[in-house]
């Protein structure tokens, strides 16, 4: 499983936000807090398959405490987007602001290749 | 038709009977021994003649199975109601409770998950805006 998979799912990105609110979470309390505060009232099954992709590219980590089975959220395979892609410079950005003033013209260039 | 009692499945029934009344806090209300196990329940100081809470042996070949699997997925058992999560919370990891998961904001409620020493999770939880 790649990360760039992993990642595209809207409700696997909910679930790595709550690991970072929380280290250490029971499948109970993440399907707790998906569906409060996240309006994802995806079955426990779902979001267990959903843990299982996470955990598949890396991106979690699970440990046994107690009888309990706890998630954690873990960032390293990130870094391989960081290197493969830098972020740029603050030079790099004001480049970017004299080619293009209005902030939200690339946004729309983006939808001229999407037609 | 009332509902007067609900019921939680103990491995231990004495252990329980400990750990619901000196730790948590419950009243002992029917202690009546039938054979190998006993009929035991407790009640809510605030409620003493509320709903009571039947500590019943979790003896069936299929209780153990179906306990492990909520507790470690995190599911609590059962749930009770408090006026401050945050101050159960102390007040019980005081005295020793393990929680696995502390106080936690969601919104409308505020919830935490306690282990019940006896193969239970129990969710204790606040209604925010409630006196």
Not at chain 2, 38 to 55: D, F, M, R
Not at chain 2, 74 to 99: H, K, M, W
Not at chain 2, 107 to 116: E, F, M, N, S, Y
Request: aromatic fraction near 6%; proline fraction near 6%.
């Amino acid at each position: 499983m790649d990360i760039y998979r992993a990642i595209a799912d809207p409700t696997r990105r909910a679930i790595l936000d709550e690991l970072v609110d929380r280290s250490g979470q029971t499948l109970f309390e993440l399907c707790a807090r998906l569906i409060m505060k996240h309006g994802i009232g995806s079955s426990r099954q779902a979001i267990s398959q959903h843990l299982d992709v996470l955990e598949a590219a890396g991106l979690i980590r699970t440990r046994r405490e107690g009888r309990s089975k706890l998630h954690w959220f873990e960032g390293a395979p990130l870094k391989g987007i960081g290197e493969r892609w830098p972020i740029s410079t603050d030079q790099d950005k004001s480049q970017d602001r004299n080619a293009s003033p209005d902030p939200h013209s690339s946004h729309s260039t983006d939808e001229d290749i999407e037609q | 038709m009332r509902i007067n009692a609900t019921s939680v499945m103990v491995d231990d029934q004495q252990k329980a009977l400990r750990f619901y009344t000196e730790t948590l806090g419950f009243q002992l209300k029917h202690n009546i021994p039938l054979g190998e196990h006993s009929w035991i329940t407790v009640v809510s100081e605030e409620a003493p003649e509320g709903t009571e809470l039947v500590l019943e042996p979790d003896a069936h070949p299929a209780a153990r199975p179906f306990k492990k699997a909520l507790v470690e997925d995190g599911i609590p058992f059962t749930g009770f109601a408090v006026d401050d999560v945050n101050a159960e919370y102390e007040r019980l990891v005081a005295s020793g409770v393990r929680f696995v998961q502390p106080p936690t904001d969601l919104g409308p409620v505020i919830t935490a998950v306690l282990d019940d020493t006896c193969g239970n999770l129990i969710q204790i939880m606040e209604e925010k805006g409630q006196p």
